[in-house]
Every structure is written in C-alpha cells, then in structure tokens.
C-alpha cells in the first residue's frame, strides 16, 4: 500500500467481496455481528485492503486489537522467527522460555509493586473467567459485583458480568448466580438522573453498593471481588469520574473483597499509558487484559497478586494458552508501545480532542465527546437539552464512514468510538476527522 489514505475504486461491497458475502451467509454462523460488508484481504499499518482492492482507514484496530498496526514488520518478524522454532508444545503440561519471559515482563508493567503472578488464556473472556474463578477460589466467597454497561465476554462466567446489551444475554439462563448489577458513573448521564455534579454521580454510585446493595440483598462478606472497566468500552466509551476507582478500591479494602480490573479494550497503551488505571493510581488486586497485547494473535493475560494466586496444580488451565508465537508477538508488541506508541497515543489522542473541542457547538446531535489518548467516544443525541439518545444517527454515521473509506464501529446505544491503531498520524486523524464531520452534517440535513 502506497498511501496513508483510503482509495475506493469499486462499488460497497465490490463484486468479489459479494462473493465471500454469500459463501458467509451460507456457512458461517449468525450469531457474528457485522456492521458493514466490509471483507478484508490484507492490513498495513492504519489501511485495510479488502477483496476488489478497495482501501480504508482503520479507526477500528480489529475492535483494539492491532495496537501496532495491521502487520507490524516486527512483530511479524518475531512471529516468523518463533514459528520456525516451536509452534506449540502446551505450557499446561510442560515449560516456555519465552512463556516464563513474558510473565516477568507483565509482572513488571503492571500496577502495583509487589509480587504477582500470571495467567495466560487465549481472549480476554477466558482471562476474566480466570479472575472470576481465581477470586472464588482465594476467597471461598461466591458473589461478584458488575456494572451496568459493562462487557467482559460471553462465555457463561464472563457473560454473568456482561451487561452492555440484552440480546448478548438472552436465551442462556439461568447465568452464573451471585452477580448483582450496580450504576457505572457516566458523568454525561448521571445515573441518579438528577444531573449532578462528577463528585455527585461518583460518590452516589460507589454509596449505593455500601449503603443500598450491601443493606438489602448482598452480604458483603459474601463478595469475592468487584469486577470493573476503568473506561467503559462496549457500554459507550464512558469515563468514570477521578475518584471512582479509589472510592471502589476503599469499599472492597474495607469489606475483604478483592478488585479486578478489566483492560482488555481500555489496556495496553490505547489510553497514553500502557493501562486506563494508571490515570487514577488506583491498584487492583487482579489485571485482565487481552486484545492489543499481541498485535492480532489470541493471547488472554490475568495477573494477580503473589499471595492471591494460592491455587494448587491442576486447579485452572489452557491447552493453548500462552502459545509460543502469541507471545513472541506480545512481547515485541510491548516492545513497540513502551519505545512509541504509547507516547504516540497521548498526543495523538491530545491532537484528536483538540479538533473535536467545538464539535459540540457546530453540531447539534454531537451530545458529548469523552475518552483518553486513542480511546474516543463520542455519542449522539436527538436534542442537546434532553440528551435524548439518537441510536439512528449514530448507525447512519457509521455506514457513511464506511462508504468513504473510514472504518469506525459503535459503542453504547447512541456512541460510536474511535479507536486506531496507536502509530496513526496527523494526516490520518484529520482525514477520519473530516469524513466523520461530513457524515454527521448529512445526517443532521
């Protein structure tokens, strides 16, 4: 690919992508969610080549995967040099070098400074599954507490938590008892409703655990742990006030409960520091994080704390996890962030916010513009008064962007979020800038 920039040549979708279209239809399970006809051939860098040549902006990343880009050439480099070494021998049953090297380096990047030890699945869903049995097991309690937005998976432990869409849930009870659902603070929409301050909505959803949850239906010396998104990802982007996560991390010290936190969308360097936590300095007692880890290969990560990780042998594992090249590919991938990207993130991020500060004022569906670094929400609103959510504007938006190159997805009801990958540069972010300002002025007309 020649081009920073996308190039449409064919028809949406092409005739050879009409092809695999139906070959899909045919075969491919119904359950996947595809926004638009997009069929994918080849990445470089921030472009994706589909079937009939056509080329597109990712604002998408493979939903946050490729952190470094579609085909980093070295982190391609490292997956050619391991898989002509060893593929896969399992490291439930037997031993990695580079298994073991990888642990000492997610050891070290993560928050807190004590010992820890770690976990490697294949997604971020068995990764939080881990957590959650993990916490059982440490604990002996059986409850946990989730937010109301959330999404940590949909296998049947993770879905438990999971409560960013109904249909995600429907037609799989009875899920994992002992979850209980509490608000999420959305400064934008206070979920008291009575448009209060981000102390205000802070405070009143950290309080409703403690005085309301805790006082009528949830014992707490029954909680194993609060299992929490430092940025909401699929529930909208949502950005907690400063203090929730400190105000939680109390709550749990004060009763025995342990804290998990979720950063398989808001981890690895998308926010400008390698996790959305180290904005608050809150440490969590458990880590999960997947996604862009390993730049596009499956690799899962739970990291605990030493003395939590007290499970005996036999007690969790992976056929797979902790393959060889995923995690070749992860630590060339945290090579990449800590040496660029990340730094790349914040002010690319700082430069992207800055375009959008008057968005609001020369758009009247643009509700709120929120998120960190590379990780931006923006949501979309019938009228700018009642907030009233406008989840049909938000779809026409997506599919315009599509339709001239930019690739985008939604987020929340009403939000669509903007999440490249980290090594995008100006001329990218003013390109998707400029074709999402078009698309949401069609829109509005």
């Not at 920073?4 to 119904?30: C, F, M, N, R, W």
């Not at 037997?94 to 770690?118: D, H, S, W």
Request: one cysteine or more.
């Amino acid at each position: 690919m020649d081009t920073k920039l996308p190039q449409i040549k064919t028809e949406l979708p092409g005739p050879e992508a009409q092809k695999i279209l139906a070959l899909d239809k045919q075969y491919i399970s119904p359950s996947y969610t595809r926004d638009y006809p997009l069929v994918a051939k080849r990445g470089q860098g921030a472009l994706v080549e589909d079937a009939d040549g056509n080329t597109f902006l990712d604002f998408s990343a493979g939903i946050a995967v490729v952190s470094t880009g579609h085909c980093h050439p070295d982190v391609v480099r490292a997956i050619q040099k391991q898989a002509e070494t060893l593929i896969h021998m399992s490291g439930t049953d037997f031993y990695y070098p580079i298994m073991a090297q990888l642990a000492e380096k997610m050891a070290a990047i993560t928050p807190g400074n004590f010992p820890k030890r770690v976990y490697f699945g294949n997604s971020g869903t068995e990764a939080v599954e881990a957590a959650m049995k993990l916490a059982r097991y440490h604990t002996r309690r059986h409850r946990f507490i989730a937010f109301y937005g959330c999404f940590h998976g949909r296998t049947l432990g993770s879905l438990s938590l999971t409560s960013s869409k109904a249909v995600q849930r429907n037609g799989f009870g009875p899920l994992l008892s002992g979850v209980s659902h509490v608000p999420y603070p959305n400064p934008y929409r206070c979920p008291s409703g009575n448009g209060a301050s981000q102390c205000m909505c802070d405070c009143e959803c950290t309080d409703f655990i403690e005085k309301k949850l805790f006082k009528t239906a949830v014992p707490p010396q029954e909680v194993a742990a609060i299992v929490v998104e430092p940025i909401q990802g699929e529930g909208g982007y949502v950005v907690p006030p400063p203090n929730f996560l400190d105000r939680l991390r109390q709550l749990a010290d004060r009763h025995g409960i342990l804290l998990i936190f979720d950063e398989v969308q808001c981890g690895m360097g998308r926010t400008g520091k390698m996790w959305a936590s180290e904005h608050s300095g809150v440490v969590p007692d458990i880590l999960v994080t997947a996604k862009g880890i390993a730049s596009g290969m499956p690799l899962g990560v739970m990291v605990a704390r030493a003395d939590v990780m007290d499970w005996p042998q036999g007690a969790h594992a992976s056929t797979f996890g902790g393959n060889p090249v995923a995690c070749a590919a992860a630590l060339e991938t945290i090579r990449l962030l800590e040496e660029r990207y990340i730094s790349n993130a914040a002010s690319m991020g700082e430069y992207i916010f800055g375009k959008l500060a008057d968005w609001k004022e020369k758009h009247s569906i643009v509700g709120d513009i929120r998120g960190k670094g590379l990780m931006v929400g923006i949501e979309l609103v019938k009228d700018q008064q009642s907030k009233e959510p406008y989840p049909e504007a938000r779809n026409k938006v997506v599919q315009s962007a599509f339709k001239k190159g930019l690739l985008i997805l939604g987020c929340g009801e009403n939000s669509f979020r903007l999440m490249p990958p980290l090594l995008i540069e100006r001329e990218q972010a003013d390109f998707a800038l400029d074709v999402l300002d078009r698309c949401i002025t069609e829109v509005e007309k």
